[in-house]
């Protein structure tokens, strides 16, 4: 079985949330913006850090909420993963402007693109590997926080 511990974030404004769209090497699926946290690395420090590598922004303390931690077993391309993955969420704001995205397929070189996309509306998305529970979570810290 291959490990991996992951950071996540998701940007959202309302009800829509920013999901990272790959339209041809992983089969049109959609995903989070984030990914493997290294040795030496807290979790916060790595998702800061894989937003600065992914969108060249620099996300700092006070702009982002940790909204919880899940593990995850599944298979993937004939290996059995376990994924310790760690959620975060920041409001989008005036912040898509200021993101240029770098992030490209891993096994085609293809851009990705952003899509700002109706949480209710992204449940129907195929979200690459862990993703349909990540967002569970991403929309009951939505509705607590309209609370």
Known sequence: MKKRQVSYIIFYEG???LLL???KGYGNTF???GG?????E???EAVVREVREELTYELNQGEYDFVGHKNFVFEHKGDIWEIDAYMYVAELGNKLNQFVLTEKEYETGDESKLELINVNNAKMLDI???GLELLKMIENYLIASKQ
């Open 42 to 44: 807290t979790p916060e």
């Open 31 to 33: 995903g989070y913006i």
């Open 36 to 40: 493997g946290i290294e040795e030496g």
């Open 15 to 17: 009800d829509k949330v």
């Open 21 to 23: 769209h790959r339209p």
């Open 128 to 130: 690459h590997c862990t």
